[in-house]
């Protein structure tokens, strides 16, 4: 079992930055690619961004591309989103994500493991 912990959502106005992050617990964390799925309001939950456990190969979709940047602290079982010029479109509860293949984590349907979510409210 993996144990996926994100902090760091808010409200933030249009333009602005936040990073995002998700403290895993449970199995050696670099065994695991992770990445970031998002859900809007009335939305289905998608894919955002994912990162390979060594950290040598990152997809993105791309809505964020350019904007966004997925990152892992192998050491501090960590990962990291930092979101740039943030649109209210990025309005939705961002959770974390955790599997064996990166390819997989790139659809919902392949997530073994979630965190809970932290929301991310940006205002126009």
């Known amino acids: 079992q993996v144990q996926l912990v994100e902090s760091g959502g808010g409200l933030v106005q249009a333009g602005g930055s936040l990073r995002l992050s998700c403290a895993a617990s449970?199995?050696?964390?670099?065994?695991?690619?992770m990445g970031w799925f998002r859900q809007a309001p009335g939305k289905e939950r998608e894919f955002v961004a994912t990162i390979s456990g060594g950290g040598a190969t990152t997809y993105y979709t791309d809505s964020v591309k350019g904007r966004s940047t997925i990152s892992r602290d192998n050491a501090k079982n960590t990962v990291y989103l930092q979101m740039n010029s943030l649109k209210p479109e990025d309005t939705a509860v961002y959770y974390c994500?955790?599997?064996?293949?990166?390819?997989?984590?790139?659809?919902?349907?392949?997530?073994?493991?979630w965190g809970k979510g932290t929301l991310v409210t940006v205002s126009s």
């Open positions: 449970g199995r050696t964390f670099s065994n695991y690619a």
């Open positions: 994500a955790a599997g064996g293949n990166i390819n997989l984590l790139r659809v919902t349907g392949g997530v073994p493991y």
